[in-house]
């Protein structure tokens, strides 16, 4: 599909007071506006959308807005999701979704808040495996999403979850006892109402898992040209 206008950055601080998210982080709304306001700073969007980032943002090339799950969780920021009228939810062999942290390409600011630049699908890789996709993000100097990265884009543009074009989000694993990655890989699609999810939640958001070998060709794999807070800014060549 051809990206709708994406929203900017104040207007996705506005749409996340509008969903209670400053109540769920135990902030007021103008305190989660601020937040946003100092992220707004052109210094610091060029810094995410430089060059080749620029030219592959969706829209007019503003970033994403992202919630951090220190913040609100990911399992809850789930449950704002809305497709049909259905809210979002988490498969139920997933409880250890909080244990899937950022991968050790992936450097998540620390803030609440902070901007995920040149977000895109990567419909392009629909049918790859997670394992092949994540070496060919790192060789055209882009990073996976994360789960919570995911689920923020979603938030503000929940038409990005397509029939047959939904996405990964590997960005986010989880390591076991012996420091060897979960063969899980987070993902984000369209329920269809089956075995446990219930056919309640036919045609609602998920957040489910799929495994790091297997093809799908149906998801592909969203990624970011750089992340910044408010802080700090990353650029595509000091994340890979």
Not at 128 to 138: C, I
Not at 173 to 194: E, F, M, Y
Request: proline share 8%.
């Amino acid at each position: 599909m051809t990206p709708p206008d994406h929203p900017s950055v104040s207007a996705q601080a506005d749409r996340l007071v509008e969903l209670g998210v400053p109540e769920l982080g135990g902030i007021t709304a103008g305190r989660l506006r601020e937040h946003a306001a100092a992220l707004e700073d052109a210094a610091l969007e060029d810094a995410v959308l430089d060059g080749a980032a620029r030219a592959a943002a969706p829209g007019p090339g503003r970033p994403v807005l992202a919630v951090h799950p220190s913040f609100v969780s990911t399992a809850r920021l789930a449950t704002l999701l809305r497709r049909g009228g259905r809210a979002g939810f988490v498969v139920v062999d997933m409880s250890d979704l909080a244990e899937f942290t950022p991968t050790d390409d992936v450097r998540v600011p620390d803030a609440p808040l902070y901007l995920a630049g040149g977000v895109t699908r990567d419909d392009d890789m629909l049918g790859w495996t997670p394992t092949d996709a994540h070496a060919e993000l790192a060789r055209r100097g882009r990073t996976p999403l994360t789960i919570s990265e995911g689920v923020s884009w979603l938030l503000q543009q929940p038409e990005m979850l397509e029939p047959g074009r939904c996405f990964m989000c590997i960005g986010s694993r989880k390591r076991k006892a012996d420091g060897a990655l979960d063969a899980r890989t987070p993902a984000l699609w369209i329920s269809g109402g089956t075995g446990r999810d219930g056919r309640e939640n036919k045609g609602a958001p998920k957040v489910g898992w799929c495994w790091a070998n297997n093809h799908h060709t149906w998801l592909g794999f969203a990624s970011t040209a750089g992340r910044v807070g408010r802080d700090s800014a990353q650029s595509p060549a000091t994340e890979t």
